[in-house]
Structure formats: structure tokens, C-alpha cells
């Protein structure tokens, strides 16, 4: 199966990297508008594939996403000094535009993976401008902040990241919500195992684990200019649920009708993801606390989405 990406910098090519590894798709098209980065990483991420999968991988033009069956849209520019986030998002809309136009003359059923970042408003930007179903235009949203808070929840009890079951759901970005009330390690509520294990999980640790979530992107982009690896694998994660139709449970942004009373908003919840997308999403209970701080993040989210003229 094809799949398409478009924007071929540190996360796009991540991205493909990750697939190959992983064996995802049977084909990879690389687009970018810099044709020589796409051919590039092209060839080196195809010269990884006979240490891994037997997966196709090259650069190509809008014309050869021609029945691809996912899209990852990775494209993007980078802030100017001095310049605004809505100003960004502006330009980012402008990219968008020309590239969703592109996609869906040639695979107008691809379901679209948004990795650009503001990711909760380009998902908007992507959805609104493609018109495709909101089911099928899925931001990375906070899948990352998740994988990152069941890798230092894992970490600190001593238990792999697989089996610890929690969520960051809200934005990706500031105001994203680590959910620790119903947070687990196989079936037993996190607080619980931690007590059984001896171990100790204070709120003061509990709040330094959430802030290492959610500033981990500050402390890697300070070591080494920007993150790529980490949400490359996230995006190889929901491709691969797409083309084999799992139908597993991910924290990723789509159009949301209603959060707690916040109308229409691009936010992340824990999804079910298949063949058709997202097909069902999951309201998770949370303590007041949680909600209250869902309901800020989907208002933080609204605030952008509302401001942009599409
Ligand atoms: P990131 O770290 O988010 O991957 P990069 O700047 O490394 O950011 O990558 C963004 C990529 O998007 C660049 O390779 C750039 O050439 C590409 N890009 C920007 N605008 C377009 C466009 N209109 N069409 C295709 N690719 C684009």
C-alpha cells in the first residue's frame, strides 16, 4: 500500500525512516518542494531497507501519490524573528492550501495525516480547506505527549513504557493535560502499583513527571535545534493502524463537535483508529481538576482556530 509524504524536512524524513524500520506500507513517496532534499533522503532511507523491510522508497511529484491510501502532511515554514503565531499560522495556512490542493486532485480518498505544526490548528486548516471527513484528517496531536508520559511513568516505576496505560490529552502544546486519575500499569490504577512496588509517587513527583512531559520539546530543541525522532515513530504508529485496520487506541486530533462545552475544536482524545480513520473517539472520566484544565486547553485551541482567516 502507498503512502505519500509531503514535507520531507527532519519530520517528514523521520517519519519515512520509521516506517521503513517498522515496515509500514509497501511503498513510500517522498515530496517536497525542494526536490533534491526528497531524492536525497530518498535514497538513504531506501539504502536502510534491506536491513529491515522490503519496503519501495522514493521521491516523486504530487502526480505519483495517485492512489495512495494515507498522506502525511509535514510541511511547513519556520517562524521569522520578531514574527507572531497567527502570522505564522497564516503562512502555514498558505502552504497548506497549495498542497491539500494538489493531494486531492490525484488521491482524493487518502485519509490525511497532519504532523505541521501548530498541529491542532493545522488539523483544523486541513480539514476545513480539504473537506474531507473530520474522521479521516487526523492531527499527530498529542500522541508524543503521550508516548513521552508513559516513557517517565514507566521509567520511574521501573516498569516498560508498553505497560503503562495513560494519556496526554488536550493541545500539543502548553496547555496539554497529563491524565493521571485513571492512569494504569496492566489493570491496576497507577497509584496502587506504585504503593504494591514500594515505590513512591508523590504529587511533587507527579508534577515534575507532567512538567518533563510537556517541556520535553524545550530541552531537545535546546540540545539540538528540533525534535524529529520521537513524533517520526508516532506517525509510522498511525499509518500502521490505518493500512492493517487495528483499531487501536491512540491520542490524536480531530475536528471535535463539543469538549466540555467548547464547540468545534481540533483537539486529541483517545481515538480508535482503523482502516477508515478514526472511528470512534473515547470520553475518558476525569477528576475536576482534569476537566477543568481539558476545558482551558480546548479554549486555548478555539482562541487560534477562530482567529484565522481561511
Ligand atoms: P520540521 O522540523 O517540522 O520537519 P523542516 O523545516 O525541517 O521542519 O521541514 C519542512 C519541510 O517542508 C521542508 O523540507 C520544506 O522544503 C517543506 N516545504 C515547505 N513548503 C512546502 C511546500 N509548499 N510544498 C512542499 N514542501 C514544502
Redesign the pocket.
Known sequence: MKVGI????????SAAYAMALMGVGTQIVL????PK?AHAHAQDISHATPFASPVQVHAGDYDDLQDAKVVVL?????QKPGESRLALLDRNAK?FR??IKNIIAVAPDAILIV???PVDVMTYVAQRLSGIPVGKVIGTGTILDTARFRTLLGQHLGIAAQSVHAYVLGEHGDSEVPIWSSAMAGSVPIDTLANQMGRSLLSEEKNTISTNVRDAAYSIIEGKG?T?YGIGAGVARIVQAILDDERIVLSVSIMTDDVLGVPNVPISLPRIIGAQGVLTDMVPELDKIEENALRKSAEVISELTEQLNL
Do not use: K
Open positions: 509531503v514535507g520531507t524536512g527532519m519530520v517528514g524524513s515530496v517536497d518542494q525542494d532534499l509535514a510541511a511547513g515554514v519556520g502552504v497549495t498542497i504532523a505541521t505544526n528540533a524529529y
